[in-house]
């Protein structure tokens, strides 16, 4: 190893040291043999192949910062920058698709790497590389702990965006005419799916001052007899508003689920399909569709 | 409190202000069921949307008189029962079965001319 070359003049002085002491002297040590130990890292990582979406210049310019981040808590002993880069190399890492264990896998490399310099250094006096390993150890600990905890932080805060992101986007209700809503409900239905897209159809038909509404299940899956009773009560709670609900696209899965569970198939206006339900509405509200070649031979 | 009760052509409209005690759901079916009769009403419509709760017995007070206003020749809407209301009462099992619905007054008149413009009179 290179960086074993070193061989520090002042291990006496700091024999009777405290921790905080100790620590002023591996900051000092860190400081000095920066270049060495950031290439000596970014190399290891390579090798291990992890940060595999990253190039190499890419990983020496992390590498830096990093390491400068990680000397500074050393040093200070404060974490918030630390915390602070953290968070932000996690932003700029997840999309492209950095994994937590290659994260936790470069911090534990770079906390390795620092142990070797320390053993190369102090290797004659086995007493005192005991004690500076006391004074770096937890620290060190603590930094691993900080990167990591704050690059699942990030992923989980990215995690709940998206959800909240698809959760909206899944349930539009739109409307097509006067008076007439769609709802096409795609994915997974949840109870607590289920229910803001009560809410949201509510709202929506005395928004729009709706009369029909189509709810479109083309796109659902499955469903389980907590989702079907609250379909049936969403149809019913319409009903209170003044709306007719008409539901389109039942497979037969579903179909058979609603049979088997005894659903109340009464009070469900089902038709086959979305074209047939928007028809049925037409009808419901007065329209009537004629194509335009039928209209100019009338006239 | 009484509910006033408005006559406009064919039709009476009785507009709910406040909560109402069950006695005063009781008084207010009484005299819209007698008040059909003396107007020659086609038509009742009930606005409920100042209320923010629809408990069961005031759901079966409104059921029960738009039975019993049927029997006397007319037809009754509920309007504008708020969505939160209308969430409650179905998770309850009140659905109100029976009873024509609509969003609010205007669609209650516009529900009624459609389906008492055909309707026989009594005369």
């Known amino acids: 190893m290179k960086i074993a070359k070193d061989q520090s003049p002042d291990i006496q002085e700091i024999v009777s040291g405290s921790t905080a002491e100790l620590l002023r002297q591996l ?7 920066r270049t060495d130990l950031r290439e000596e890292w970014a190399r290891r990582i390579t090798q291990a192949k992890l940060l595999t979406a990253m190039n190499d210049a890419e990983i020496f310019a992390e590498a830096t910062s990093v390491y400068d981040n990680y000397v500074e808590a050393l040093e200070t002993g404060t974490f918030e920058a630390l915390q ?9 890492i997840i999309p492209r698709g950095v994994q937590t264990d290659e994260v936790v896998g470069i911090v534990l490399l770079l906390r390795d790497v620092l142990a070797r310099s320390l ?3 102090y290797q004659a006096d086995f007493n005192l590389l005991n004690r500076i390993l006391d004074a770096y150890e ?22 709940r965006q998206q959800q909240d992101a698809i959760r909206e986007l899944s349930t539009p209700v739109l409307q097509v005419r006067e008076r007439l809503l769609i709802l096409p409900i795609i994915g997974v239905m949840d109870p607590q799916r289920a229910r803001q897209l009560t809410e949201q159809l509510l709202r929506g038909i005395r928004a729009n001052r709706a009369r029909v509404v189509v709810i479109d299940i083309t796109g659902v899956a499955a469903i389980d007899s907590h989702v079907a009773n609250h379909l049936v009560q969403t149809v019913e709670a319409s009903r209170l508003l003044g709306a007719t609900v008409i539901v389109t696209g039942l ?3 579903i179909a058979q689920t609603l049979v088997n569970i005894g659903v109340d198939l ?23 569709v004629v194509p335009l070649t039928e209209t100019t031979a009338q006239d | 409190m009484p509910v006033p009760i408005l006559k ?3 039709y009476l409209i009785a507009t709910i202000q406040s909560a109402l005690g069950d006695a005063d759901l009781l008084r207010l079916r009484d005299k819209l069921v007698e008040k059909v009769g003396i107007e020659r009403s086609k038509g009742v419509i009930v606005d409920v949307t100042a209320l923010d709760v629809l408990d069961s017995f005031a759901s079966r007070t409104v059921r029960d008189l738009a039975y019993t206003i049927r029997l006397r020749g007319a037809e009754t809407v509920i309007v504008g029962i708020q969505p939160d209301v209308a969430f409650a009462m179905v ?3 009140i659905t109100l079965e029976g009873v024509a619905t609509a969003l609010d007054l205007e669609e209650g008149l516009a529900y009624l001319d459609e389906n008492t413009r055909h309707g026989h009179r009594a005369f």
């Open chain 1, 27 to 33: 900051v000092a040590h860190l400081r000095q043999n």
């Open chain 1, 84 to 92: 602070a880069y953290a968070r932000n190399l996690s932003e700029r």
């Open chain 1, 119 to 121: 053993f190369a250094k």
């Open chain 1, 138 to 159: 937890p620290a060190a600990n603590r930094i691993a702990n900080t990167v990591a905890v704050g690059f699942v932080q990030e992923r989980e805060r990215i995690i």
């Open chain 1, 251 to 253: 497979s037969p899965e």
């Open chain 1, 266 to 288: 009464g009070k469900m206006n089902t038709v086959g399909d979305l074209q047939g339900g928007i028809e049925e509405a037409e009808r419901l509200l007065g329209y009537k």
């Open chain 2, 8 to 10: 406009q052509s064919r």
């Open chain 2, 91 to 93: 998770q309850l099992g």
